[in-house]
C-alpha cells in the first residue's frame, strides 16, 4: 500500500461494491431496456443485480393491519370559544368570544 493511502490523502474516488464484493462502476447507474412508450417509464430488469441488492437493503416498514371492527365512541356536544385567536387563526368558528359550534367527537383506544 502506498504511503499517500495509509495517510488518508488519496484523491481516488471510492470503489462502491455490492454485498458479494464485486465492484460497481456507476452507483447510480441502471441496466434497463430502452423506451418503447413516448410518454412512458422505464422497466426494471431482473439482471440489474445492483438495483436489487439497493432495493433488498432498504429498511422495511412493518404495516400493521387494519382492524375491521374498530371499537370507538362518539359525543355530540358544543364548543364555546373562550379566547381571542385572531393571531393564532382565521377560522371562522373562532372569530369571536362566546362563539358555539356543534362539534361531533370520536373517541377510540389507542
Not at 385572531?86 to 368558528?93: E, G, H, L, N
Amino acid at each position: 500500500m502506498s504511503d499517500s493511502r495509509q495517510n488518508g490523502d488519496s484523491k481516488q474516488a471510492p470503489v462502491y461494491t455490492l454485498v458479494e464484493g464485486r465492484p460497481v462502476n456507476d452507483p447510480r447507474g441502471r441496466n434497463r431496456p430502452p423506451r418503447n412508450k413516448p410518454k412512458g417509464g422505464q422497466l426494471a430488469l431482473l439482471e440489474d443485480t445492483q438495483l436489487i441488492d439497493t432495493l433488498a437493503h432498504f429498511p422495511r416498514e412493518r404495516i400493521l393491519e387494519r382492524l375491521v371492527h374498530a371499537k370507538a365512541a362518539g359525543a355530540w356536544g358544543e364548543f364555546e370559544v373562550t379566547h381571542d385567536f385572531p393571531k393564532i387563526t382565521s377560522a371562522a368558528f373562532l372569530s369571536e368570544v362566546g362563539k358555539k359550534t356543534k362539534v361531533l367527537a370520536r373517541l377510540s383506544p389507542p
